[in-house]
């Protein structure tokens, strides 16, 4: 199947810095990318959606100045957490798809905010 | 909108022992998608239902898909250790985006 890479797999930063998580397709190009986030034992909880070369699509109640998006291109999607403070401190997993009906998911990254 | 409900959420077994985990959605999709999460890692892509009556098997899990009861199964087939782990449906509508169920914690023992 394809592979969607994300980096990093893991991440500490200290609250009010900021953070970028990429996340590419390695071996596809990727219409449209899926940033999620997960809490503790519960499902995933989409934040936004990004096409190649337009601005995010947020879902509700999600901040977009908190969590910037940035889809440069077919292969790669950027999630910024700016300003992290402990509250942010999740896992995020991005999604990666192209004509085909599968989503392909990245390895999720765990942020934790000190 | 959507919702995408799982039952049970939690499920505990012995090893050998056959179950159904029960993946029911509240609008039309034909598209179905099942993952399987093991602790801290991310998902992993089990099955892609994509037509009533579809039905897939891998291993101990077989998958099926009645678009028009709006449910689809999972079921396991005498179930060993290395199957513990949680299990996610989900369902693609029209607008493009995965609905995930709640999430079935299976946890099967020795």
């Known amino acids: 199947g394809a592979v969607v890479s994300q980096h990093p797999s893991r991440v500490i930063c200290k609250s009010g810095t900021s953070v970028k998580i990429e996340c590419r397709s390695l071996?596809?190009?990727?219409?449209?990318m899926f940033w999620y986030r997960q809490f503790p034992k519960k499902s995933l909880m989409l934040m936004a959606t990004?096409?190649?070369?337009?601005?995010?699509?947020?879902e509700q109640g999600v901040e977009k100045d908190k969590f910037l998006i940035n889809h440069a291109s077919l292969t790669l999607s950027t999630l910024t957490v700016t300003s992290a403070h402990p509250e942010d401190s999740s896992f995020y997993i991005c999604?990666?798809?192209?004509?085909?009906?599968?989503?392909?998911f990245g390895q999720g990254t765990r942020l934790t905010v000190v | 909108e959507l919702k995408v409900e799982q039952n049970p959420l939690f499920l505990s077994m012995q090893e050998g022992k056959n179950y159904t985990i029960y993946c029911n959605y509240s609008?039309?999709?034909?598209?179905l998608y099942w993952y399987r999460q093991d602790p801290g890692k991310s998902l992993e892509s089990l099955f892609v239902?994509?037509?009533?009556?579809a039905v897939k098997q891998e291993g101990r899990l077989m998958a099926s898909l009645d678009t028009k009861a709006r449910l689809s199964t999972l079921h396991i087939t005498a179930a060993v250790h290395d199957l513990s782990a949680t299990y996610f449906c989900?369902?693609?509508?029209?607008?493009?985006?995965?609905?995930f169920g709640q999430g079935t914690r299976l946890t099967i023992n020795p």
């Open positions: 999604s990666a798809t192209w004509t085909g009906p599968e989503a392909f």
């Open positions: 071996d596809f190009q990727a219409t449209t």
């Open positions: 990004s096409n190649e070369g337009s601005k995010a699509t947020y």
């Open positions: 609008t039309t999709s034909d598209r």
């Open positions: 239902l994509l037509s009533n009556g």
């Open positions: 989900a369902v693609l509508p029209g607008a493009q985006k995965l609905v």
